[in-house]
Protein backbone atom coordinates (compact mmCIF):
# COMPACT_ATOMS: atom_id res chain seq x y z
CA UNK A 1 0.00 0.00 0.00
CA UNK A 2 1.36 3.64 -0.77
CA UNK A 3 2.04 6.34 1.37
CA UNK A 4 -0.44 8.41 -0.40
CA UNK A 5 -3.29 6.09 0.57
CA UNK A 6 -2.86 7.46 4.36
CA UNK A 7 -4.11 11.21 5.37
CA UNK A 8 -0.51 12.92 7.02
CA UNK A 9 1.20 9.71 6.54
CA UNK A 10 4.38 11.48 6.85
CA UNK A 11 2.94 12.33 10.85
CA UNK A 12 2.54 8.14 11.28
CA UNK A 13 5.30 6.22 12.95
CA UNK A 14 5.46 2.40 14.37
CA UNK A 15 7.40 0.98 16.81
CA UNK A 16 7.95 -2.81 17.40
CA UNK A 17 8.45 -3.65 21.04
CA UNK A 18 9.74 -7.01 22.09
CA UNK A 19 12.71 -9.17 23.05
CA UNK A 20 12.73 -11.07 19.47
CA UNK A 21 15.09 -8.90 17.66
CA UNK A 22 14.92 -10.99 14.24
CA UNK A 23 11.15 -11.46 14.94
CA UNK A 24 11.10 -7.83 15.23
CA UNK A 25 13.54 -6.67 11.83
CA UNK A 26 11.16 -8.88 9.69
CA UNK A 27 8.31 -7.54 11.43
CA UNK A 28 9.37 -4.23 10.91
CA UNK A 29 10.42 -5.18 7.32
CA UNK A 30 6.96 -6.07 6.45
CA UNK A 31 5.13 -3.51 7.57
CA UNK A 32 7.14 -0.79 6.10
CA UNK A 33 6.59 -2.67 3.04
CA UNK A 34 2.90 -3.09 3.20
CA UNK A 35 1.97 0.34 4.71
CA UNK A 36 4.87 2.76 3.31
CA UNK A 37 5.00 3.79 7.16
CA UNK A 38 8.37 4.42 8.74
CA UNK A 39 9.51 1.25 11.34
CA UNK A 40 11.42 1.54 14.60
CA UNK A 41 12.67 -1.48 16.63
CA UNK A 42 12.68 -1.12 20.23
CA UNK A 43 14.56 -4.48 21.22
CA UNK A 44 14.21 -5.28 24.84
CA UNK A 45 12.14 -6.72 27.59
CA UNK A 46 9.44 -3.83 28.21
CA UNK A 47 6.52 -3.48 26.33
CA UNK A 48 6.60 -0.30 24.96
CA UNK A 49 8.57 2.58 24.24
CA UNK A 50 10.40 4.73 26.82
CA UNK A 51 10.05 7.22 24.96
CA UNK A 52 7.93 8.61 21.41
CA UNK A 53 8.62 11.28 18.90
CA UNK A 54 5.90 13.51 20.08
CA UNK A 55 5.30 15.20 16.68
CA UNK A 56 4.09 11.86 15.22
CA UNK A 57 1.28 10.07 15.71
CA UNK A 58 2.95 6.39 17.16
CA UNK A 59 1.15 3.01 16.50
CA UNK A 60 3.19 0.61 19.14
CA UNK A 61 2.87 -3.50 18.08
CA UNK A 62 4.13 -5.32 21.44
CA UNK A 63 5.23 -8.47 21.42
CA UNK A 64 2.64 -10.50 23.85
CA UNK A 65 4.38 -13.86 23.14
CA UNK A 66 4.43 -15.79 26.99
CA UNK A 67 3.04 -12.58 28.96
CA UNK A 68 0.83 -13.65 31.76
CA UNK A 69 -3.01 -11.94 31.39
CA UNK A 70 -1.72 -9.89 35.08
CA UNK A 71 1.68 -8.53 32.97
CA UNK A 72 -0.76 -7.65 29.87
CA UNK A 73 -3.57 -5.82 31.93
CA UNK A 74 -0.73 -4.64 34.43
CA UNK A 75 1.87 -3.37 31.39
CA UNK A 76 -1.13 -1.24 29.36
CA UNK A 77 -2.49 0.20 33.25
CA UNK A 78 1.48 1.62 33.62
CA UNK A 79 1.77 2.75 29.95
CA UNK A 80 -1.48 4.57 30.63
CA UNK A 81 -0.65 5.96 33.30
CA UNK A 82 2.49 7.57 31.72
CA UNK A 83 0.21 9.82 29.65
CA UNK A 84 1.76 9.51 26.29
CA UNK A 85 -0.54 11.31 23.68
CA UNK A 86 -1.45 10.09 19.99
CA UNK A 87 -0.20 6.89 20.86
CA UNK A 88 -1.96 3.43 19.43
CA UNK A 89 -1.23 0.01 21.06
CA UNK A 90 -1.31 -3.14 18.83
CA UNK A 91 -1.01 -5.88 21.02
CA UNK A 92 0.30 -9.49 18.96
CA UNK A 93 1.22 -12.79 19.80
CA UNK A 94 -1.29 -12.73 22.48
CA UNK A 95 -2.02 -15.94 24.15
CA UNK A 96 -6.05 -16.36 22.62
CA UNK A 97 -6.79 -18.79 26.02
CA UNK A 98 -6.39 -15.94 28.24
CA UNK A 99 -9.45 -14.62 27.02
CA UNK A 100 -9.23 -10.90 28.36
CA UNK A 101 -9.82 -9.25 24.94
CA UNK A 102 -12.42 -7.26 26.68
CA UNK A 103 -10.28 -5.84 29.87
CA UNK A 104 -7.83 -5.19 27.43
CA UNK A 105 -10.12 -2.99 25.12
CA UNK A 106 -11.51 -1.48 28.09
CA UNK A 107 -7.75 -0.26 28.77
CA UNK A 108 -7.73 1.38 25.51
CA UNK A 109 -5.51 -1.08 23.00
CA UNK A 110 -6.37 -0.44 19.45
CA UNK A 111 -5.72 -3.95 18.13
CA UNK A 112 -5.13 -7.53 19.01
CA UNK A 113 -3.60 -10.13 17.37
CA UNK A 114 -3.20 -14.00 18.48
CA UNK A 115 -0.53 -16.28 18.45
CA UNK A 116 -2.62 -18.15 15.81
CA UNK A 117 -2.79 -14.93 13.84
CA UNK A 118 -1.49 -15.01 10.03
CA UNK A 119 1.06 -11.85 9.90
CA UNK A 120 -0.11 -10.65 6.91
CA UNK A 121 -3.37 -9.58 8.96
CA UNK A 122 -1.12 -7.15 11.24
CA UNK A 123 -1.35 -4.30 8.12
CA UNK A 124 -4.82 -4.06 8.89
CA UNK A 125 -4.25 -3.24 11.96
CA UNK A 126 -2.19 -0.50 10.90
CA UNK A 127 -5.08 0.48 8.18
CA UNK A 128 -7.45 0.68 10.85
CA UNK A 129 -6.16 2.54 13.49
CA UNK A 130 -5.00 5.29 10.28
CA UNK A 131 -8.52 5.58 10.10
CA UNK A 132 -9.73 6.22 13.43
CA UNK A 133 -10.81 2.31 13.55
CA UNK A 134 -10.14 -0.44 16.25
CA UNK A 135 -9.07 -3.71 14.73
CA UNK A 136 -10.62 -7.14 15.72
CA UNK A 137 -10.62 -10.09 13.61
CA UNK A 138 -14.04 -11.12 12.48
CA UNK A 139 -14.48 -13.94 15.06
CA UNK A 140 -13.00 -11.73 17.73
CA UNK A 141 -15.45 -9.30 17.37
CA UNK A 142 -18.34 -11.33 17.42
CA UNK A 143 -16.99 -12.88 20.48
CA UNK A 144 -17.43 -10.13 22.35
CA UNK A 145 -20.50 -8.31 20.88
CA UNK A 146 -22.03 -12.02 21.77
CA UNK A 147 -20.24 -11.33 25.59
CA UNK A 148 -21.94 -7.90 25.47
CA UNK A 149 -25.33 -9.08 24.66
CA UNK A 150 -25.31 -11.62 27.58
CA UNK A 151 -24.33 -9.26 29.76
CA UNK A 152 -26.71 -6.71 28.60
CA UNK A 153 -29.44 -9.63 29.40
CA UNK A 154 -28.38 -10.74 32.31
CA UNK A 155 -28.44 -7.07 33.41
CA UNK A 156 -31.95 -6.45 32.40
CA UNK A 157 -33.19 -9.53 34.29
CA UNK A 158 -31.40 -8.35 37.53
CA UNK A 159 -33.69 -5.39 37.15
CA UNK A 160 -36.63 -7.48 36.55
CA UNK A 161 -35.93 -9.44 39.40
CA UNK A 162 -35.23 -6.48 41.87
CA UNK A 163 -38.71 -4.96 40.57
CA UNK A 164 -40.19 -7.91 42.26
CA UNK A 165 -41.75 -7.80 46.26
CA UNK A 166 -40.95 -10.88 48.70
CA UNK A 167 -44.29 -11.67 48.36
CA UNK A 168 -44.42 -11.63 44.15
CA UNK A 169 -41.09 -14.20 44.58
CA UNK A 170 -42.96 -16.45 46.60
CA UNK A 171 -45.83 -16.80 44.72
CA UNK A 172 -43.46 -17.04 41.03
CA UNK A 173 -41.19 -19.68 42.95
CA UNK A 174 -44.88 -21.71 43.49
CA UNK A 175 -45.98 -21.08 39.87
CA UNK A 176 -42.93 -22.53 38.26
CA UNK A 177 -43.47 -26.19 40.54
CA UNK A 178 -46.84 -25.80 39.03
CA UNK A 179 -49.11 -24.75 41.76
CA UNK A 180 -52.50 -23.49 40.48
CA UNK A 181 -53.71 -20.28 42.03
CA UNK A 182 -55.92 -22.02 44.44
CA UNK A 183 -53.01 -23.59 46.28
CA UNK A 184 -51.17 -20.58 46.34
CA UNK A 185 -53.81 -19.22 47.66
CA UNK A 186 -54.07 -21.93 50.41
CA UNK A 187 -50.30 -22.03 50.85
CA UNK A 188 -49.93 -18.24 51.48
CA UNK A 189 -53.67 -17.60 53.35
CA UNK A 190 -54.50 -15.35 50.91
CA UNK A 191 -57.51 -14.56 48.68
CA UNK A 192 -57.68 -16.46 45.34
CA UNK A 193 -57.99 -12.58 44.10
CA UNK A 194 -54.82 -11.65 45.91
CA UNK A 195 -52.97 -14.23 43.63
CA UNK A 196 -54.72 -13.09 40.77
CA UNK A 197 -53.69 -9.42 41.45
CA UNK A 198 -50.09 -10.86 42.10
CA UNK A 199 -49.71 -12.77 38.87
CA UNK A 200 -51.33 -9.73 37.15
CA UNK A 201 -48.31 -7.69 38.74
CA UNK A 202 -45.42 -10.07 38.32
CA UNK A 203 -46.72 -10.50 34.06
CA UNK A 204 -46.01 -6.78 33.90
CA UNK A 205 -42.81 -6.80 35.78
CA UNK A 206 -40.99 -9.68 33.89
CA UNK A 207 -42.68 -9.12 30.50
CA UNK A 208 -44.42 -12.10 30.01
CA UNK A 209 -47.67 -13.21 28.48
CA UNK A 210 -48.90 -15.72 30.90
CA UNK A 211 -48.26 -18.66 33.35
CA UNK A 212 -46.29 -20.76 31.34
CA UNK A 213 -43.99 -18.11 30.32
CA UNK A 214 -43.98 -16.85 34.17
CA UNK A 215 -42.90 -20.42 34.86
CA UNK A 216 -40.11 -20.44 32.41
CA UNK A 217 -38.93 -17.32 33.53
CA UNK A 218 -38.74 -18.27 36.75
CA UNK A 219 -37.00 -21.55 36.52
CA UNK A 220 -33.98 -19.72 34.74
CA UNK A 221 -34.02 -16.35 37.31
CA UNK A 222 -35.15 -17.55 40.94
Not at 141 to 154: D, P
Amino acid sequence: MAKSEFNDAVKWLIYIAGSAKLQSELLAVFIEKETGLPCRIESDKSMFPLELVQERHSIIFSDCRNRSAKSLVSGMREFNRSGKANAFVILFNVDSSLEIEEELLGLGIWGIFHEEDPPSSLPLGVKAICKGEIWLSRQLMSSCLENFRRRSSGNDQSEKINSLTKRECEVLKMLSVGSGNDQIATDLCVSIHTVRSHLYRIFKKIDVANRHQASIWANRNL
